[in-house]
């Protein structure tokens, strides 16, 4: 029986999170640069991206760069920038074929002008698009967007907009980058990596976490059905006992 038929498509998530980590790795086990690995990557964003439309999944944000990145060597950095400038550009027809909408989440001002600025065409190539969200952690750091998050809260209550009594987790949600999306039900981390690398820890209070050896370059359609399977078998109490669940 092949993998995709032994899925529920009744309870596939409905936000998936993924760490897209392996590449320089990748990539010197081809006697490569490391930015050879990022650009093979590439097709591992769109096809997981297909293999997510497939199952039902309605957003899939990708942990493209983060603030830490900058600490890159140079030339590594400046060869992400340009990629990210001409991936985006080169991605829309393939995005509106797959009715995807982009998104991005992060301090997008620092990014380069390019940059930038083919980020915003092709979101607005892209506006009209519903089958499924696209999502790029650009620039992120979920440390930077908390402590965002508290700065704006703070200033409302300093300009008498808000009570200190009136601040929840609901409020607290309308502030993160997020606040568009539901929080993700799975994150897949690749590479054998096991940590969050300061992505979405305010989100992904009860996310499911499953990673995999395989670097990101070979990830493909069945490895995310793999994990969407073992995300289907698992239980998830929120906190509750297993019988309160029945």
Not at 93 to 110: C, F, Q, R, Y
Request: aromatic share 10%; proline share 3%.
């Amino acid at each position: 029986m092949d993998i995709f038929s032994q899925i529920d498509l009744t309870k596939s998530p409905k936000h998936i999170a993924i760490i897209m980590d392996g590449n320089g790795r990748w990539a010197k086990k081809q006697g490569q640069e490391r930015l050879f690995g990022h650009s093979i990557g590439v097709d591992s964003v769109r096809d997981t991206l297909s293999a997510a439309k497939k199952i039902g999944v309605k957003y899939v944000t990708f942990y493209a760069f983060s603030t830490e990145n900058w600490g890159r060597p140079q030339d590594e950095v400046e060869g992400l920038m340009d990629l990210m400038v001409k991936t985006i550009a080169n991605e829309v027809p393939a995005m509106n074929e797959n009715g995807a909408k982009l998104w991005s989440i992060g301090d997008v001002s620092g990014l380069p002008q390019d940059c930038q600025d083919e980020l915003r065409i092709a979101k607005e190539k892209t506006a009209q698009n519903s089958t499924i969200n696209m999502i790029l952690a650009l620039n992120y750091s979920s440390r930077w967007e908390i402590t965002e998050a508290i700065k704006n809260i703070a200033e409302k209550v300093e300009n008498g907009l808000l009570k200190s009594t009136e601040i929840n987790e609901k409020l607290i949600n309308e502030e993160m980058n997020t606040q568009h999306f539901p929080d993700p039900e799975l994150l897949i981390r690749t590479s054998g990596e096991q940590r969050l690398s300061n992505f979405l820890l305010w989100q992904m209070a009860y996310t499911e976490f499953y990673f995999t050896d395989v670097l990101w370059p070979d990830f493909r359609e069945e490895d995310l059905f793999k994990a969407v399977l073992e995300y289907q078998h698992r239980e998830r109490r929120f906190g509750q006992v297993s019988e309160q669940l029945i």
